[in-house]
């Protein structure tokens, strides 16, 4: 059920404090579908839950797929038997919407951790590869070439004479092509 459901209920003739939500019965005037749900709920619930818990912060139900909020509150406490007032609010949509949440934090989380992995690893490329270009030439200073050290280019390295190497071969293929 989507709205409140209204239902009194009235104890047995003990204290609130005492009394247990069990021990409360449905009084007229209440529809014949409200009253089985009532009952429902009442069968239901916990044999030990204590009325004043009811009376002070509700309780929550869960009954298969439905999660219930029930709260009481007293129409005349001074009376020696009290009547209640009994309100059912179906709370189903919050979890959910709770788990929801907590799915969308996730992957947004997720996305911003690789977002960065991702640009740390754009903002790193360009000494990465001037790194790898020195340590290439290092076995240079090693053999106390220190001449031929400085006057090599630290842009090319190995991938970049790679690509030479591949470019020269293909002209190579296409200068076959032609001759033939």
Request: charged share 20%.
């Amino acid at each position: 059920m989507t709205s409140a459901d209204n239902s009194r209920r009235r104890p047995s003739g003990r204290r609130f404090f005492k009394l247990k939500v069990q021990s409360l019965k449905l009084k007229p005037p209440i529809s014949f579908v409200n009253k089985q749900f009532m009952q429902k709920i009442l069968t239901v619930s916990p044999k030990t839950l204590p009325l004043s818990q009811m009376l002070n912060s509700g309780y929550r139900l869960a009954v298969r797929d439905n999660v219930y909020l029930l709260n009481l509150l007293p129409i005349d406490p001074h009376l020696e038997s009290s009547i209640y007032l009994m309100f059912v609010h179906n709370i189903s949509e919050v979890p959910l919407a709770h788990k929801q949440y907590q799915t969308q934090v996730l992957v947004i989380s997720i996305t911003v951790v690789v977002l960065c992995i991702i640009a740390l690893f754009l903002m790193t490329w360009q000494f990465r590869r001037r790194l790898l270009i020195v340590a290439e030439q290092l076995p240079l200073l090693a053999q106390k070439k220190y001449q031929e050290f400085r006057t090599r280019k630290f842009t090319k390295g190995r991938f970049s004479s790679m690509r030479l190497n591949y470019c020269k071969i293909l002209q190579l293929c296409s200068v076959k092509s032609w001759s033939y």
